[in-house]
């Protein structure tokens, strides 16, 4: 199994600019969950997808911020316009919803920062 | 509202000494409890669970209780080595939900 996949590893861009960081869930699993990691504020719960349905969206910071799953296989995370505080380590996590205490598998991460 | 307290870090030590990271809980119900294990570079990967009151979770050398009596789950390692140096965050998720709530991580450094 491949794992969560994430893309690119590393991005840097100047403030302004449109940032889109890439998501491909484990084959299987129906839940897909973006967080930020930051040394201020640790590791931050953004949106939470199920059966590709934006269902928590309540930790993205501002309208500059979206996500979107087309499909089962697939989720972006935007950020237009960037600005220097959305520098941060941004994951991906996938898991498989219901019973049990459905573990989520994390990718490596997109190390974004803003300049 | 769920959330996590974690022990400050970083927490240096030599191998083969004994590791104990704390950490307490807030939540209400029943929640599960977790721990996570970030290497340099990589993402989180689950190291131990324990879903119920008194559940012991293990992995890898690691242990964790389920204490509801105290609100902690607590790890601990008998004997570290140099390759468990990594930044560790307990995490629980309530039993109505489906997101973790993380504490803000503990670093570990194991000097041999």
């Known amino acids: 199994d491949a794992g969560v996949i994430q893309s690119p590893r590393h991005e840097v861009t100047e403030m302004g600019q449109e940032v889109t960081l890439r998501c491909k869930p484990i084959?299987?699993?129906?839940?897909l969950f973006w967080y930020r990691q930051t040394m201020m504020r640790g590791l931050e719960l953004l949106i939470y997808?199920?059966?590709?349905?934006?269902?928590?969206d309540s930790g993205m910071p501002e309208d500059r911020f979206s996500a979107k799953m087309p499909n089962a296989s697939f989720s972006t995370l935007k950020i237009q316009p960037s600005e220097p505080r959305d520098s941060a380590v941004y994951f991906c996590?996938?898991?498989?919803?219901?019973?049990?205490?459905?573990?989520?598998?994390f990718g490596p991460g997109t190390r974004l920062t803003v300049t | 509202g769920n959330s996590v307290t974690q022990m400050e870090g970083p927490v240096t030590l030599s191998e083969e000494a004994f590791l104990t990271i704390n950490c307490t809980y807030t939540?209400?119900?029943?929640?599960?409890l977790f721990w996570y294990v970030q290497y340099p570079g990589e993402g989180l990967q689950l190291l131990l669970k324990?879903?119920?009151?008194?559940d012991k979770g293990s992995n890898k050398g690691f242990e964790a209780t389920y204490r509801k009596e105290t609100t902690s789950f607590h790890l601990e390692k008998g004997s570290v080595q140099v390759s468990d140096s990594a930044v560790y965050f307990c995490?629980?998720?309530?039993?109505?939900?489906?997101?973790?709530?993380f504490g803000k991580g503990t670093s570990l450094l194991v000097t041999p």
């Open positions: 084959s299987g699993h129906n839940s």
């Open positions: 997808f199920n059966n590709n349905v934006p269902i928590d």
């Open positions: 996590a996938s898991s498989t919803a219901g019973t049990g205490t459905y573990e989520q598998y």
């Open positions: 995490a629980l998720r309530g039993n109505s939900g489906y997101a973790l709530n």
């Open positions: 324990a879903t119920k009151a008194d």
């Open positions: 939540a209400t119900g029943y929640p599960s």
